[in-house]
Each structure stands twice: as C-alpha cells, then as structure tokens.
C-alpha cells in the first residue's frame, strides 16, 4: 500500500505493526493498530471496532414509546443518553410538547449522567494512565498531606489518613494478587508524578469509587434505579404531590431534599477533588498539550443540549455548532434533518451499500451486513493478526458532516462554545490555560480533551443546582406537572410521521431517527459519538478522530504502548454505542431464536 | 505471599473468636459436624483470595456500572480483600497482549479455583465475528476460559438469558452463556442490570461458602428471586383496593396508586427490587412512577409494549414453537393476574357492602 497525505497527516504503513487489542478500561471492544517508522513514532494509526449487536433492526415494528428503553441498552455506562435521544425523537415526530418540570428533570437527570460519567472516566478509566500505583509506595504520607493541603480544602488529607491507605495499598501489592493493577506499565519512564503526588491520586481513585454512587441515587429518586432509569414519551414518569394525601407515594419534598442533599455534595466532591487533581496531574505533563491533538484542531462538531426552556431548540445551554478547518472564528450551523449535512459511509465499515462511493443520511440509512477482510489480511477470517485498512476494516460506520470527518465530546463541546465566546465556557478555559501556563492551542491535544472533560464535569454540578432550584420554585408555586398525555393513544397519532432526537452524550454528539407508519417503528437510525470518533477510513481515505489523534507520537516502549492507551482515552470510547447497527437486509436475519 | 482469607477479615475488623466461630457454622451449614471446623478454619488461614475473571461478550456494560455501586460491600472492598479480580477489561490497568497474559496465567495456574463472570453473550452468527478479542471470536474466549473455572456466573440478562441484542429477530444470533458452557456449574443473576448489592451478595457467598447458594429450577438464587415483585410491592394494598393509575402524571399517580394499568409486568416478575430496591435503598421503578418493564425475565423485550396491561393477551406474539410455549405460559399467568385482580375487586366490594366496622381503628 501507498503512503498518501490526507487533512495534513502523512500516513505511512511501511514500518513496523503493533497490534493493542484488547483496549481495556473502556465501554466495548476496540482494536488499534499501528505502524512505527525507525524512531517508534506513529506514522499509520488505524482504529476498528470490533463488536455489533444490530438494534435497530430489533427496533421495527415496536411501539414507539418502548424504544427509549431499547436504545437505553445501547450503552450502560452512559446510561440514559439513548432514552432521552430516543423520548426526543418520538416528541419531534409526534409534536409533543413537555411540562416545564419534565423538561428540569430531564436536564437534572442528564447532569447527573455528566458529573457521575466524567468523574468515573477520569479517575477509573483515564487515571491509570497518568498515575503510577506502585510508585505510591514510595510516597512520603506527610508530603502528600501537604500536597493535597495545598491544593484544595477536601478534609481527608491528614498524613495519617495517607499512611494508613499507603499501609492498606502496600499490603495489597505485596500480596502479589494485583487484581486490576496487575501486568500494568508501573515504572515506564512516562509516568511523571512524584510518589506523593501518585498516592493522593490513588487515595482520590478509592474515593470517587465510593462517591459515584452517590450522585446516580438522583437519577434513581426520579427514575427508579441506576444503570438504565426510566424514561417517558410526553415527560417523566415520577409524578409530583407536595401538600395531598398519598404524597409519599410521589415525589414529595423528602424526596425533593434528597436530591438538594446529594447535588451540594457532588459540587463540594467536584470542586474540591476532581479539579484540583485534574489540574495538578496536568502540571506535570503539559508535554501532553503538544500530543493527541488530531482533528480537534480542525473539525469539531456539537449538536448542543440542555434546553433552558422547555421545548425551545432555541434556548439550548451548551451551544451547537461546526468548526471547519481550525477557524474559531466562523461557527457553522448544523441541520440534522438536511441530507447534505450527515451523511454515513461504509467504504472501509463491515456493510454494504448499493453504491459505496456515496455517503447516505440517516433517514434515507441502508444497512447491509459485510463481514469481508481484506486480502491484505494477515491471519484468518476467525484469527487475525493484522487487519487491511485498505479493505473493509470495523463494525463502526464513517459518519461525516458535509464531507468532513468530525471530532466530538467535551472538547469539541467547549470549542464551539469558546468560538461563540461564551462566558461561563470561555472563562474557565482562559483559566485553565493561565493556570497551567500553556498557549490555546495546547487545548487540542490529549491533555486538552482531558481537561475539557473536567471542566464540563464541573459546569455540570453547578447546573444541577440551577435545574434544581427551578424545579424548588415551580413546586413552591403549585406547578407539577410532569407529563403531557394528550398524546399518549396510538389511536391520536398520524398515519406517518417523522422525527430527530438530539442531545450532547457525554462522549459527545448523538442523535436518533425515527420514522413512525402506522403507529409502529418503521425505521430507526442512530448516529452515535463513538462512531464518530472511532470511525474508519471514508471514500477519500479520510482518516477519523482515534486514528488522527494517534498520527505522529513518539512511543517510548513500544511493547508498553502507553501512549496509545493515552490519547484514546482521552476521547473515552464506548463502541457498545458506536456498533449497534444492522438493517433487514443483514445476512445474518434469522426467524427462530437459537434455544 | 498471598494475603489468607483469615488476614483479610482481620484486617477487615473481625476478631479471631468470630473468625472461628464463622467456621464452626459454616462447618456444620456444610454438614461436617465439629471436627470439619478446625479444617475450614486451616484452609481460609492459608488459601488465597478467589481469583475472579470477568469477561465482556456483547453487552453494555451495564452490569459492571452497576457492580461498582454496590454500597455493602463497597466495590473498593470487594476488589482490594474479598476477591482478585485478575481479569477484567472495563477497569485493568493493563491492555493487549498484557492483559491476555493475565489470563493464560490465571487459567494455567488456579485450574479448576477461579471464578469466571460473564458480563454479555456471544453472538454465534458470522463465525463469531460479531465480538471478536484479540483477533478471536468472543465465543472461543469464552469456552477456554470456562473449561478450567471452578464455576460460573452468568451478570444481568444478556448472560443469563440473551437480552436485547437476541430480542426478535436476533439479527447476531446471540445466546445466552448456559447454551454454550453446558458442563459447569453456572449462577444466573438476571436482570437489566441486576441489582448492585444483589451482585455483591452473590460474589460474597461464593467466595465465603466456597459453595453455590441454592438456586431455582431456572438457576438464579432463590433468595432474591424467589418472588415476584408484586409479592412484596408497597403499593400492593391499591392492587388490592382496586385503586390504579389510569395515565401518568393524573391524579392517582401523585398518590402513588397501583400501575398494573399503565402496564406494570410486576405480578410477572422475579426480582428483589421491590425489597431490597436500588442504590443503597433509594428507590425502585415502581415507587418512581414508572411500571416495572420485566427487565429480569427471560424474552422480557418480546412480550409486546412495555405499557400492555399484563390481560392484553394480544401482546404475546404466536409464532415459533418455542414462543408459541411462552405464550401459553404467558396466557395462564396473564390469566391468573386478572383472577387475581378480580378475586382481589370481590372482596374489596364484599368488605364494602358488609355491614361497618368499628371505627375505632381510624
């Protein structure tokens, strides 16, 4: 194969291969592969993912206001991100208008799912990449004390409370039963902390482990459980009683004081640990801010969220928007119902398509099943060693927006937001910067994409507060409203009809498709973050986010490939999301369960 | 040096009188009489802590987020003194060929001791390759790295019963974990997901029976899902009385009246929410205002709209004989929900026209 030049990286696949798969400590299964050229520095990065489970075939036929829970099983780590897309796209088709408090819930709801989904990412799926458990080891408990002093008020910072957890941690290790720190790459000369600096670290690993818990029970008060809450077309299911008879039976102010409760611990938790953590980890790696960048300095897309209003597209908190090219100075508008805008392409995906030169929008989405290697395959159709990324080469499709492939997620969130100069976005990334001292365009980076990550995570608990002081005003004032019903009856619903759900995942840009024919499902297509980020090559040998943002670092030890596991990170992956689709025309449709 | 089972409950406060006292019950639970004590007592002062595999097939991973909310134990605790957990690829350090190594080394060197958790299924369709790990299809994994595990857990529905992905009309032709490991002792744990600290209770008694718990005919454990969410629902007595939601959000909702009407599955379904509920307790769906969806029973997603009365026989789909079997099922239980309710009505009515009670009481 050729080496050839694409949206300014040289890809070159004629050095060495090194296969990583699996990618741990993500949702899902993710193969990389890359090429080194003689000073171990990535010059073919090709990401694929490697798992699909077909839901939107499953979809059809079924009643519309089931599919919110369908799709919510779609992804259990960033669970509810489907439902409420799902919820969305039914009320656009059937132009449903939900309460005011439906509308807070939701966006409390979907807060919850921000500070709970970046907290875990960054301490139980970024963390080890950054921080040296066994270094720990070696800390002074005292010097951590004063670290963690110095940076933050958090109370659990005596030198005792340090000792005792390094004395606990110590015995693990030396029981020579890692668990999940086992085998890792603990002493590769990229790990930059000092050992007190690793030990506060691990402290605060054990810590959100606990506390995560913590923020869901939000999600579980209004929607009944976590993982996967309920949802409802027309609003949310928890009904509202203050004052009557049976109020225990609701939500009541009890409940109402619960949530109040866990939403100052979570600011307190957020502020006092996650981003003083974030920024101090930073400091010793600002080198990151030069590393990873790949698309984000290009192109970067948000569909935007949190509606301040009910129903108004227009009053949407974090904003929406397309950045092209790097210039922060235009802000592209997007259309999802605009078949020129998104459209997918399956030239390098395992699908087929009448005519796969072209890319098509989901709502005109043909899916066939292809599972074909390429000849330059090496291994076997059920043992491969190397894929061709010539040929057909993931089960993720390349979504692109007018032709260009897209970075999505916080950081591309915060760079639509930054272009629009926003305050509450543009501030704390100023900030952040001057804190740091790094120029802006260290933002586009792995570290940035991290970064990014914290600050939302921040921006989120506040905003819970404010969703949560709307929802005390409205029932203060006798407003409890939780659903509209008016259209809950098949029987009032038009023969046909067509919607868009659309909504910001945490991992970024999501929206869902329905069409409705006589009151069932007649087609469903989701467009998913991961399948964004993680998408493989398009017609034009453009290369998606995982594979630009791996282009051109520098490995130290290329059999420890930490550096990958980085920048991928960094974009927190979740392929269960990005591979779920398959359409009636896969090969593999059968019509008896296998029992 | 491997930390003993004994060193772990030290450190985890217990004294050594009721660590032994521990091992004299659970000698005699086992059925060794007295002398079995001492040789319990010997074994957990010297064994190491169960090395736990946790592999992913397809699936959401819905059951590890839940798992790490478990409150009691707390996750930390579990994962740092109750077992090992040597393998599992949502929280490792490691990745690639570093983490493959972890299992060839746990598999080669505690043959027939480790548990193997299963969180998802394969999918058998393209030869596998609809999950495929480290080149391999997911299916193959699976099977090596039961053949030497001491026993199985099958995580929520995907293991247990197939779930989603093998929601008509299975387009993966997924299946469940026990059709493909039929030779090991195997703890369904349905349920999507199941509940955090029924996880841990589970994980809990392996590893400090060293036994399965007692398990239905179906294989989940009977202790928390021996009945059916409507045996033990709060809002039980307005099933009772007769009193439902007739839409969401209407009057009888903000009362918290029964949902059987807005299609609550229940009086259908086997799970511990109603009792030991979720999060530490907070909640369950029904008490938020939302029918139970079945999300434990086995084809729960192909038993028609989740907002079906439970009497709407015309849900059940009569297609293939092994449905056609479900639906006759479903039918008598649908059937004897409705008796139920009915049975339920009567005496609501007969207590009504009987002649009044004292009023003493209220």
């Known amino acids: 194969m050729a080496a050839y030049e694409t949206q300014g990286f040289k890809i070159d696949d004629s050095g060495k291969r090194i296969v990583v798969d699996p990618i741990c400590r993500i949702e899902g299964h993710l193969r990389i592969e890359v090429n080194l050229d003689q000073d171990n520095v990535i010059r073919n990065a090709v990401s694929s993912g490697v798992m699909w489970r077909g839901l939107e075939v499953i979809l059809q036929g079924r009643d519309p206001r089931d599919a919110w829970a369908f799709t919510e099983r779609i992804c259990g780590v960033c669970t509810g991100v489907h439902a409420l897309a799902s919820v969305r796209c039914v009320e656009d088709a059937l132009a449903i208008k939900i309460p005011d408090n439906a509308n807070l819930i939701r966006n409390l709801m979907h807060g919850v799912l921000y500070v709970q989904d970046h907290l875990v990412h960054f301490y139980h799926l970024h963390a080890l990449d950054w921080v040296d458990v ?14 963690a002093q110095k940076i933050s008020n958090w109370p659990l910072s005596s030198p005792g409370y340090y000792r005792e957890l390094q004395a606990r941690l110590k015995k693990f290790v030396e029981s020579g039963q890692l668990g999940p720190f086992r085998n890792a790459y603990w002493g590769h000369p990229a790990y930059k902390l000092p ?40 609003g949310v299911p928890a009904p509202i009683n203050l004052d009557d008879v049976g109020a225990v039976g609701a939500i009541n102010l009890e409940r109402l004081n619960m949530v109040g409760s866990i939403v100052a611990q979570t600011i307190e938790f957020i502020d006092q640990v996650y981003l003083p953590d974030l920024l101090a980890i930073a400091s010793f790696y600002k080198d990151w801010g030069a590393i990873g960048g790949g698309l984000s300095s290009q192109n970067v897309l948000a ?63 043909v899916t066939e099943a292809n599972f074909v290697l390429g000849k330059n395959t090496k291994g076997t159709n059920t043992n491969i060693d190397n894929l061709d990324e010539s040929a057909k080469y993931s089960f993720l499709k390349a979504p692109r927006w007018k032709g260009h492939a897209m970075e999505v997620g916080p950081l591309a969130r915060w760079t639509v937001a930054y272009a629009k100069g926003i305050p509450e976005f543009k501030e704390p990334i100023d900030k952040t910067l001057r804190t740091l001292d790094v120029p802006l365009p260290a933002l586009f980076s792995t570290l940035g994409r991290t970064a990014a990550r914290g600050l939302e995570c921040q921006w989120a608990a506040h905003k819970m507060k404010y969703f949560y002081d709307r929802l005390m005003t409205n029932v203060g004032n006798n407003k409890l409203d939780t659903a509209n019903v008016e259209k809950w009856e098949p029987s009032s619903w038009p023969k046909e ?25 007649d087609l469903y297509q989701c467009v998913v ?32 490939p930490l550096e990958i596991l980085r920048t991928i990170h960094s974009f927190d992956p979740c392929l269960a999301c990005a591979t779920h689709v398959l359409s009636p025309e896969g090969e593999e449709l059968v019509s008896v369960k296998v029992r | 040096m491997n930390p003993t089972f004994y060193e772990v409950m030290r450190q985890q406060g217990i004294t050594r009188r009721s660590f032994l006292k521990f091992c004299s019950l659970t000698a005699a639970s086992l059925g060794l009489g007295a002398e079995g004590a001492p040789a319990i007592a010997q074994a957990m002062q010297t064994k190491p802590r169960t090395p736990v595999l946790w592999l992913h097939g397809n699936e959401c991973t819905c059951c590890s987020e839940s798992f790490i909310r478990s409150s009691h134990p707390l996750t930390k605790d579990a994962v740092l003194t109750l077992i090992s957990l040597d393998y599992d690829d949502t929280l490792m350090a490691a990745a690639g060929h570093q983490a493959e190594e972890i299992l060839h080394d746990i598999v080669a060197k505690y043959k027939g001791q480790y548990l193997l958790a299963v969180e998802g299924n394969p999918p058998l ?31 929520g529905s995907c293991a247990s019963w197939g779930c989603v992905q093998a929601a008509k009309p299975n387009p993966t032709r997924t299946v469940p974990v026990h059709q493909v490991i039929t030779d090991k002792p195997l703890i369904k744990v349905p349920g999507c997901p199941p509940i955090p600290e029924v996880m841990a209770a589970v994980v ?21 899902y021996g009945q059916r969410i409507h045996d033990k629902c709060y809002r039980r007595p307005h099933f009772d009385a007769g009193q439902f939601v007739e839409k969401f959000d209407d009057e009888s909702a903000r009362k918290g009246y029964c949902l059987y009407k807005v299609g609550c599955k229940g009086p259908t379904t086997y799970n511990a929410c109603s009792t030991v509920r979720w999060n530490e307790g907070t909640s369950f769906p029904i008490q938020s205002g939302h029918g139970c969806i079945g999300c434990s029973e086995e084809d729960f997603w192909d038993k028609g709209s989740f907002y079906n009365r439970l009497s709407d026989i015309k849900q059940f789909g009569v297609e293939e004989n092994a449905d056609r079997v479900g639906a006759a099922a479903a039918v008598v239980v649908g059937a004897a929900v409705l008796a139920h309710a009915a049975v339920s009505a009567i005496k609501r009515a007969s207590s009504k026209s009987a002649p009044p009670q004292s009023k003493g009481g209220e």
Not at chain 1, 345 to 352: E, G, I, L, N
Not at chain 1, 511 to 520: L, P, S
Request: with cysteine; aromatic share 10%.
């Open chain 1, 134 to 147: 066994v270094s720990a080891l070696k800390a002074d408990p005292k010097g951590t004390s004063e670290l």
């Open chain 1, 195 to 234: 050992p007190e600096a690793n030990l506060m670290a691990v402290a605060h690993y054990l810590e959100a482990l606990d506390f995560q818990k913590e923020i869901v029970k939000i999600q579980t008060i209004f929607g009944g459980k976590n993982p996967h809450p309920n949802w409802l077309v027309g």
């Open chain 1, 303 to 365: 569909y935007g969220d949190f509606p301040d209003r009910a129903n108004d597209p227009s009053s949407l908190l974090i904003p929406r928007g397309a950045i092209i090219n790097g210039n922060l100075k235009e802000v592209h508008d997007v259309d999802l119902g605009d078949p020129n805008q998104i459209q997918e392409f399956v030239t390098h995906s395992w699908y087929k398509y009448p005519d796969e030169k072209k890319g098509l929008h989901p709502f005109d989405g």
């Open chain 1, 497 to 521: 009809a067509k919607g868009i759900g659309f909504m910001e995942a945490p991992r970024g840009a999501l929206a869902h498709w329905i069409k409705i024919k006589d009151t069932k499902i």
């Open chain 1, 529 to 560: 973050p991961t399948t964004w980020n993680g998408s493989p090559r398009d017609p034009e040998g453009k290369i998606g986010a995982f594979e630009a943002a791996l282009m051109n670092t520098k490995m130290a030890k290329p059999e420890w």
């Open chain 2, 125 to 155: 369709g393209a030869d596998g390759m609809y999950c495929f790990q480290g080149g391999k299809p997911f299916v193959e994994k699976l099977k090596w790295v039961a053949k030497d595990a001491k026993a199985l857990i099958a995580w």
């Open chain 2, 204 to 224: 809990t008694y392996l590893v400090t029976f060293d036994k399965l718990p007692d398990l239905d005919r179906q294989g989940r454990p009977k202790a928390f």
